[in-house]
Every structure is written in structure tokens, then in C-alpha cells.
């Protein structure tokens, strides 16, 4: 295997709404490069990247895949993300491993959620992007209206490179703007054009694109535009490097077009890759969370972000892992900057999909993956020892769906414990917990497919398997008037007897203030030590709840007089009298149930915002406001949890896939009569079950 500095290392992420063809993108690209023998087909389940038996069988990418191959004898690592909304996590992380973003368009299907999603990840992470409008051999493409769509909804920076010479099945010549020649790609799919000159049709509109080219460039700095002005033109070089800089500097976005599937368009992007993206060590130095800076070269201290972990039969947990500085070497004891622990480097592979190959080092700017490493995890940062550097640590989306799990079998808790704990690691985006208040054990993920994927290879790796069912809705438990409350509680059965008797105040308290005990005790009826027993009696009525088992919130309980006994008052006797009290005094002061509502934000194309939000108002949700974003809209509302269960699955059959959305927690409030009712009844048929 040959080593690679980071001057001949270009890293590209490949990204896109779903079916935009990204998979058979890459399989052109390894095929062009010489990596594979032949071409292979996301139908036939024969491709490099989606080697996972899930992602054969659905035809979509499920996790990020690594693959490689040479080019003008660089290496150009491929970051492989899914477009599926379900797993935009692993595009989040695969993200963050690479400079240069390569963002697919269907020619059938132009800007999508997905595009966005992946064009705004893009502008967080301040990558430069190259779009790449995919499937020109489709029916019915009329570029020049996408080209206006694409810029009308993402920016005037966005540039054609090439023209088509025609779009549908006689697509196999292109305009290559940068040379200036048209490209005949041969129509056996080998992929290597002939360079000829441009036909006159199209020497008008080539020469134009051309000078909005050099004219962008110029425009992207001071110094090249005052040049352009005096001689009207720029030299190759001037051209060159200035466009180098402006699409480093995200001031101009080049737009290619390919047909994967027919090897169209395939070398000269990989031309451009090698020539014009910048290299790792093209980039700016790095800067740590302490605010800490490094250079991206070998000579460094070594810094390594670990931005994903996978699970190989026979080899077990690989980290993929992308080194920033410094030099990874096997064998190596490496310090865990985030975890704050020492790590031994094992062995390290130089990774194609499924394919390893076993490497000594891995150099500033490379990828690969690392075996069985013992305290580090996806995000994690690695440094050279007693040289700490931490990288920020991944910002990935909060659960869309939670489920509750039981085990199909009984003894198999602790088995399916350390297999959801074990796919955790695996996708962070999936969340596993118990839930000590709802008593059930609880996963959360992205959507369905995202949880049906989950529970699968819990089965195929683990052995064990899981029914799901609608987890409890956490309500809380709260009172709308003041009350007052006196009870006494007294035994005397042989031996020493109970006496504690508690006389009680209640009154709410504005909503998220909690619970606030209090005594106003004056003179010599209660002892004060029993002050404390009275609180312990409220806290356990407040935990186990009143009305239907839920936490009560939101009120002030003032413990002002009482009476005790000499001998047959104690600790337990003003427990038992303060929680009866507190109960008490609860049931008389208008008690009510209050359910937890989310804030959420959907994103949708302009034409399903009617059906959107009609479905949101039937869910007893409140639009609280409306942007526009292109064709898109982003509607805020907030709906009650209890009706947002499979809210994606929902959303995503109203608006044939192309809805997003996002939710997080916002406050509680009070849950209708109504509902009360039913929630209180169903409380007391499980409790009457147990």
C-alpha cells in the first residue's frame, strides 16, 4: 500500500436527497479510477458501498461507507453518506471527515429536502461544495430550467462547468467550460472521452458560461479583479489559482453533470477533484475547543477525530477515523482527549466498503479505520500523549420516535441490554434508556425504518428479539385551587403505638416552579424533628402521584400545626400522617393532569403546507409561526407529545417523502377534561391488574 501525503490526499463527502444515485456515483468513480473491475449496480446489490445485507435488500444506504481508489496518482477518499432522512446523522458525522462536499441533484427530481439539508450542513461546516446534477440520461431534463431552479433556490454562486450537448439516452457529449473542448464519452461505459473542438451552435453559450466563470473568480478578490479591469482577462495561472481560493472560500459552487449508470461525465470530475479541491493541507489550521490552534501537517502533534464506528463479523467494532495532524501509527499508545484516558492503536486498515487492507501509518489528511479500540467512541478526539486537543464533538439530531421495548423471552433483558448498548455505539443517534418513572424501557431513533433497522440486527447480531409497543406518555400531576387538609393517623395494636396527626395547607404554583415544602409551626404541638418526616411523607406522595401514578409538580405544601404523642409519635408515624394529609388536601383542591407539548418545526414543499398543517391543527397542535425558505416552507407549532407519536412516518406519507421535521421538549400544560378522564381510568385498570 502506498503512502500519501496530504498534499496528494483529496477527501470528498458524497451527499444528496435519497435516490438522487449517489451509491452508483461512487461505483463509476472506483470503476473510472481502476479500483474495480467492473461496474456495480445498486438492483443487483453488487455495489462497493452498500455491501450491508439491510441496505441490498431496501436499495438505499443505511450507514456512511469509506472507499478509495488513485487518480494522476492521487488518492481520493470517498465518504459515502445516506440520503435517507432516517439516518442524516451519519451524513452529520461523515461530514465532518472531509473537505470538499460533493452534492448530487436528480435531473428528475432537481432541490429536494434532502438537498437542503445537506447544502446548510455544508454551510455550517463552512466545506466548499461542488454540485453534481446526476441521472442526465433520464427523459425529459431541461437543464437550463434547473440551473435556474438550483440558483433561485440555493444562490447565484452556483456555476456551470459543462453543457450538455443533449440530455435523455443521447446523453454522452458535454461542453467542458474549463478546457474549453467538448468530451465524447464512449457509449460502452469505459468512461475515457475524446476531446474535440466545440460545435459553432454552441460556442456562444460555452464562451458565455466561460466569462461568467473568470468574471466570478476575478469578483473574488480585490487583487484579481483590479487585474481583470486593466487587462480584461486572466492568465491560466491567475484563473486558476484564484478559482481555487473562491471555491475554497465558498464564493463559487462548480456544477457538473453525469450519468452514473452509463459512465458519463465520470473522469473530468474526478480531473477537477485532483486539480482544483483543495487538499488537507490546503486547509486552515485547526482550532480546538480550548481555542487551541495546529497546522494539518505530518509534523504536528497527532490529532485524529474518530467520526463513526461500525460493526465487521469476524473483526467486531472498527472506528473510522480521520487524522488532521500528526502521524497515526500502529502500535502506538495515544491519549483520548475527550474521555480523558490512554488508548492503544491496533491495527489500522486502509478501508474500501468491505474491503481492509492492513497499514502501518495513517498520515495528516488520510482515513481509515481503526480495530477494537477499548474507552473511545464515535466523536471522540485522539492526541499524541500528554498533548491534549479536542476537536468538537459531534452535534447530532434529538430522537423523532421512541419506542417501548419487552423481551420476547424472558431472561433476556441483560442480552438485550448489551445489544442496544453495543448499536448505540454503532449510530448515536439511536438512544436506549429505562425509564424509572414510566417503568419501561425506552429506544428512540429517527423515524420507523430507523428503529425497524435497529430492532432487525438486534436479531441478527445479539440472537435476541423484542416486541415494541406505544411508550407511556410522561403527564404530571398538579392542582388549580388551595386547600387545606388535617388527618391523623393512629395504631395501637399491643406494644408500642403510631400516633402523628398533620394539619396541612396546599396552593398551586406557577407552572415549572416545582415542588416547595414549607412549615409555619409555632408553639409546642409538634416537635420539630418530626418536620422533616412530614416532607419525606410529601416527597413519596409527590414521586408516586395522586391521581394516576404520575409526578406531581407545581405546588407549595405549608405543614403549619399538628399534634404528637409523648410516646407513640416517631419518624414513620408523621411519614405515613404528612403523605395521607398531602393526598388529602390534593383531591380537594382541583386536581388535574398536565401533559408535556413539544415545539416542532416541519419543513415542506410549498404545495403539502395546507395538508400540513391542517393535520397539525387535528392533532391539537398550535402554529405559532410560518418562514419561507425558496419552495419550501418551515411551519412552527407546538403539539402535545401524546399526539406526535410516528409523526414521521406521517408526515413523511403526506408529502410523498419530502418532509422533514424536528421536535424538542417546551413546557407542560393541562391535558382536557376529557382526556384526563380516560388517562385516570386507565391508571386505575393497571393498578387494579398488578
Known sequence: MKNYTGEQIRNIGMGSHSGAGKTSLVEAMLFTMGATTRLGSVEQGNTVSDYNEDEIERQISISTSLLHGEWNKHKINIVDTPGFFDFFGDVISGLRSIENVMLLVSAASGVEVGTEQVWELSEKYEKPVTFIINKMDRENVNFDALIASMRERLGHNLLPVQIPVETGHNFYKLIDVFKMKMLTFPQDKSGKPSVEEIPDDLKGKAEELRTQLIEAVAESDDALLEKFFDAGELTPEEFQDGFKKAYLNRKIFPIFCTSSTHNVGISNLLDFIVEFAPSPAHMPPLKSIEGKERKPTDNEPLTAFIFKTVSEAHVGELSLVRVFSGILESGSEVLNATQGTSE????????????????????????????????????????????????PKLDLPEPLITLAVQPKSKGDESKISTGFHSLHEEDPTFVTRFDPELKQSIIAGQGELHIDIIVKRLKQKFGVEVNLKDPKIPYRETIKTKADAKYRHKKQSGGAGQFAEVWMRIEPKPRGEGVEFTNSLVGQNVDRVYVTSVEKGVNAACEEGVLAGYHVVDLLVDFYDGKMHPVDSSDIAFQIAG????????????????????????????????????????????ISGMESGGSFQIIKAKVPLAELHKYSTTLRSMTQGRGIFTQRFSHYEELPHEMAQKVIERAKKEKEEE
Open 344 to 391: 492503544r492503536v491496533g491495527q489500522i486498515f486502509d478501508l474500501s466498503g468491505k474491503n481492509k487492507q492492513n497499514v502501518d501509518e495513517l498520515h495528516a489528511g488520510d482515513i481509515g479505520a481503526l480495530v477494537k479500540l477499548k474507552g473511545t467512541h464515535t466523536g471522540d478526539t485522539l492526541n499524541s500523549k500528554n498533548q491534549p486537543f479536542q476537536l
Open 579 to 622: 403523605k395521607a394529609a398531602f393526598k388529602e388536601g390534593f383531591m380537594q383542591a382541583k386536581p388535574i393532569l398536565l401533559e408535556p407539548i413539544y415545539d416542532i418545526e416541519v419543513k415542506v414543499p410549498e404545495e403539502f403546507m395546507g395538508d400540513v398543517m391542517g393535520d397539525i391543527s387535528s392533532k391539537r397542535g398550535k
